[in-house]
């Protein structure tokens, strides 16, 4: 595969004046076990932010409930005074129980919390984007987001927000939405296997908004997709480097942030932005 970097490809949405590198990272993983805790080795985890930087990705997609606020402390003990071109998206929206639960945490006071925690941990005196992860564990649930939007719009003005993004929403919570404020970028599950969001996609894109998918693989391993085995082998390349560039491919206004604690991984997810998918292996994708 050629030399790439992720500024070779780039995305800046409507309303918006931050030019996101499509490729970024998801700092998810640095957390421990269940995204909870401190992780087993953090000198790694502080390496891999790091290496990030150095390899051209310029969007961290992290929250303060990864952990709770490891992920951030960790941020910033990395990349803290943060480059002039990096942008740090958060969400906020939900909160850890004791027992490592996912807890929604959408009252005005939670959400103004939520932002001073993430202002907090990572250092900084306002949020460039912060998603609103909507209720609903398993997928959208359709729920009334109003309110949640209206505290936030709250906190846009008060300059501590520049953007609002929205995260695992449907087309009606974005409408929604829409009506208070200005939404830059859409944060939902899509891969290769899991496709509900299409219609969407291509929708958002003509708004020229950002759609981030998360969990990009969705989970399936090559053993589960023997077409992805394929072509992967075929191009000389991981299943993981295939199904990024799949999504890269898949419209221009999608952003990926595969997450890794493994500075290796993190090399080879950088590197699908040079995959190019011609006709019949985009073909035998589409059929998974």
Not at 200 to 213: E, M, R, S
């Amino acid at each position: 595969m050629s030399t790439y970097t992720p500024s070779q490809d780039q995305f800046t949405p409507a309303h918006c004046d931050i030019r996101f590198n499509r490729i970024g990272y998801g700092a998810m993983q640095l957390a421990g076990p269940h995204v909870w805790g401190p992780p087993k080795d953090r000198a790694a985890a502080v390496a891999v932010l790091r290496e990030a930087v150095e390899l051209g990705i310029n969007h961290i997609d992290t929250s303060d409930f990864y952990g709770p606020h490891v992920t951030n402390q960790i941020i910033r003990e990395a990349l803290h005074p943060y480059r002039k071109d990096l942008t740090i998206v958060t969400k906020i929206g939900f909160e850890r129980g004791a027992d490592q639960s996912w807890l929604p945490a959408a009252s005005a006071q939670q959400l103004r919390d939520a932002v001073q925690d993430n202002l907090r941990n990572l250092g900084l005196d306002v949020l460039d984007v912060v998603n609103f992860r909507a209720p609903g564990i398993a997928g959208p649930d359709g729920s009334s987001i109003g309110e949640a939007l209206a505290a936030m719009v709250r906190l846009k003005d008060e300059g501590l927000i520049r953007h609002i993004g929205l995260s695992n929403v449907d087309a009606g919570q974005i409408a929604e939405a829409q009506k208070i404020t200005e939404i830059v970028c859409v944060q939902n599950q899509y891969n290769l296997a899991h496709r509900d969001d299409d219609a969407l996609i291509d929708t958002l894109a003509a708004q020229g908004i950002a759609y981030v998918p998360f969990f990009p693989l969705g989970g399936f391993t090559p053993l589960q997709s023997d077409a992805l085995t394929q072509v992967a082998a075929a191009m000389q390349a991981t299943p993981m480097q295939v199904a990024l560039a799949w999504l890269l491919q898949r419209a221009p206004n999608i952003l990926v942030i595969p997450g890794t604690s493994s500075v290796a991984h993190l090399r080879e997810n950088v590197t699908a932005g040079s995959l190019q998918l011609d006709a019949a292996t985009l073909a035998a994708l589409n059929a998974i």
